[in-house]
């Protein structure tokens, strides 16, 4: 990899300006002809086609540098963001902790349109149609030099990648830093290893987990309701509820449906204006379809991947209760178990995910610093079933951990195109 003569701090920046809806078009420009002739040179290069139809990447170094490059001290000082030097340090390293940085460059390709990204922020768009650049503010002279730079320094690395493909290769899996790699890493070792960690084994206790083995090596999921009214509903929502004690300190009595009401999502398309105790008009609600699109099922509100749901299905068989709650282990546990003890038909979803989690034997995903910890099932083996994701890259403790104990993937190769 080439000498950077990039700095941190002025790729922060410039990553900051970027004006993602900025249509300006460049047709006619040095950088226009060096991107171009960049494009043609990528494609000597076998393209990744996992998740695109065309992806490169490549990766661009850049230093800290001295700390006058980061600000001037007297100027802080006097805007009160520091107190003294030592300060003025701190701030600096806490900002920029690294003397060397690495920076993700991707190449997109997709209908007849090169994407280039930077960190994941996208730096420009080039049409191969019209030979067009679009995103970049044709009157921004500092960012049409950096996007050049940023060419310019690639375009030599893919020249040596080229020149010796095996140097290449090797040089990035052994110099990539940790914190820009996908790993992973058994539970139960963080949790033996953190001084202070959320575990699902210690919060539920030993009894429970024998209970949660033996419920799903045991579960019927084939048991169905007959018939089911809203009340009935309401009252396996109840259940819920009590196991895990949300209204322990409640000085007055409530019905199944104010505590539905306490905890569920509310938009019940519909579900609490039937007759509660029919099972015609519910199932005429149900059948209806006109709550779709309203969450009836969400019975503890939630985000996305942070709701649990008791949701009702009709097929042939009859009536099903299915519970889910991946991301809410231990209540969610609480409820299956209670559920289950009281011989109430379910489908446990994600039960042996769920055993595993309190058990400590699942692996968790370890992402780079930069990504998100949610929704990076893609990125990780099918077969190693990973559906839970950690960052540590700003936990000191964690961090060190995860250098030591965890299993890396190893890093995708380039290769030459054949034809």
Same mark, same amino acid.
């Given at each position: 990899?080439?000498?950077?003569?990039?700095?941190?701090?002025?790729?922060?920046?410039?990553?900051? +300006?970027?004006? +993602?809806?900025?249509?300006?078009?460049?047709?006619?420009?040095?950088?226009?002809?060096?991107?171009?002739?960049?494009?043609?040179? &990528?494609?000597?290069?076998?393209?990744?086609?996992?998740?695109?139809?065309?992806?490169?990447?490549? /990766? &661009?170094?850049?230093?800290?540098?001295?700390?006058?490059?980061?600000?001037?001290?007297?100027?802080?000082?006097?805007?009160?963001?520091?107190?003294?030097?030592?300060?003025?340090?701190?701030? /600096?390293?806490?900002?920029?902790?690294?003397?060397?940085?690495?920076?993700?460059?991707?190449?997109?390709?997709?209908?007849?349109?090169?994407?280039?990204?930077?960190?994941?922020?996208?730096?420009? +768009?080039?049409?191969?149609?019209?030979?067009?650049?679009?995103?970049?503010?044709?009157?921004?002279?500092?960012?049409?030099?950096?996007?050049?730079?940023?060419?310019?320094?690639?375009?030599?690395?893919?020249?040596?990648?080229?020149?010796?493909?095996?140097?290449?290769?090797?040089?990035?899996?052994?110099?990539?830093?940790?914190?820009?790699?996908?790993?992973?890493?058994?539970?139960?070792?963080?949790?033996?290893?953190?001084?202070?960690?959320?575990?699902?084994?210690?919060?539920?206790?030993?009894?429970?987990?024998?209970?949660?083995?033996?419920?799903?090596?045991?579960?019927?999921?084939?048991?169905?309701?007959?018939?089911?009214?809203?009340?009935?509903?309401?009252?396996?929502?109840?259940?819920?509820?009590?196991?895990?004690?949300?209204?322990?300190?409640?000085?007055?009595?409530?019905?199944?449906?104010?505590?539905?009401?306490?905890?569920?999502?509310?938009?019940?398309?519909?579900?609490?204006?039937?007759?509660?105790?029919?099972?015609?008009?519910?199932?005429?609600?149900?059948?209806?379809?006109? /709550?779709?699109?309203?969450?009836?099922?969400?019975?503890?509100?939630?985000?996305?991947?942070?709701?649990?749901?008791?949701?009702?299905?009709?097929?042939?068989?009859?009536?099903?209760?299915?519970?889910?709650?991946?991301? +809410?282990?231990?209540?969610?546990?609480?409820?299956?178990?209670?559920?289950?003890?009281?011989?109430?038909?379910?489908?446990?979803?994600?039960?042996?995910?769920?055993?595993?989690?309190?058990?400590?034997?699942?692996?968790?995903?370890?992402?780079?610093?930069?990504?998100?910890?949610?929704?990076?099932?893609?990125?990780?083996?099918?077969?190693?079933?990973? &559906?839970?994701?950690?960052?540590?890259?700003?936990?000191?403790?964690?961090?060190?951990?995860?250098?030591?104990?965890?299993?890396?993937?190893?890093?995708?190769? &380039?290769?030459?195109?054949?034809?």
């Amino acid at each position: 990899m080439n000498k950077s003569n990039f700095f941190t701090i002025e790729i922060k920046n410039i990553l900051s +300006r970027l004006q +993602r809806e900025n249509e300006d078009k460049l047709k006619s420009s040095t950088v226009v002809s060096e991107v171009s002739g960049f494009i043609k040179k &990528i494609q000597k290069i076998e393209p990744d086609k996992e998740f695109t139809d065309n992806a490169w990447t490549f /990766w &661009i170094k850049s230093l800290r540098g001295n700390i006058s490059i980061f600000g001037n001290f007297e100027e802080l000082k006097e805007d009160g963001e520091v107190d003294n030097y030592e300060d003025f340090v701190s701030l /600096w390293k806490m900002e920029f902790p690294y003397k060397t940085e690495w920076h993700k460059f991707d190449v997109v390709e997709y209908n007849h349109t090169f994407y280039f990204y930077l960190d994941s922020e996208m730096l420009l +768009r080039y049409c191969t149609d019209n030979r067009t650049i679009t995103g970049i503010n044709s009157k921004d002279h500092k960012l049409k030099q950096f996007v050049l730079q940023v060419v310019n320094f690639v375009n030599t690395e893919v020249g040596k990648f080229l020149k010796n493909p095996d140097n290449y290769n090797k040089y990035i899996a052994k110099k990539l830093p940790l914190r820009k790699r996908y790993g992973k890493i058994q539970r139960k070792v963080i949790w033996e290893n953190l001084t202070e960690s959320i575990r699902f084994d210690q919060q539920l206790g030993n009894k429970k987990i024998k209970k949660l083995e033996y419920l799903v090596n045991n579960i019927n999921e084939k048991k169905v309701f007959e018939k089911i009214t809203a009340n009935e509903f309401l009252r396996c929502c109840e259940i819920c509820y009590e196991a895990n004690n949300y209204f322990k300190n409640t000085k007055t009595k409530m019905s199944p449906l104010e505590k539905y009401k306490s905890m569920a999502d509310l938009r019940h398309g519909g579900l609490l204006d039937i007759d509660p105790d029919s099972p015609k008009e519910f199932a005429k609600w149900y059948k209806s379809g006109i /709550w779709s699109g309203s969450h009836p099922w969400e019975i503890c509100r939630g985000g996305n991947s942070t709701h649990i749901t008791l949701q009702v299905t009709n097929d042939t068989d009859g009536w099903k209760l299915s519970l889910a709650g991946l991301y +809410r282990q231990v209540e969610t546990i609480n409820m299956a178990l209670a559920l289950f003890e009281q011989a109430i038909p379910f489908v446990f979803r994600n039960k042996v995910e769920m055993l595993n989690m309190a058990k400590g034997i699942d692996y968790l995903g370890v992402v780079p610093e930069n990504v998100v910890p949610k929704y990076c099932h893609e990125k990780f083996p099918k077969e190693d079933n990973i &559906i839970d994701f950690i960052n540590p890259w700003y936990d000191n403790e964690l961090s060190k951990i995860i250098e030591k104990l965890v299993f890396w993937y190893p890093l995708k190769k &380039i290769f030459k195109r054949n034809d």
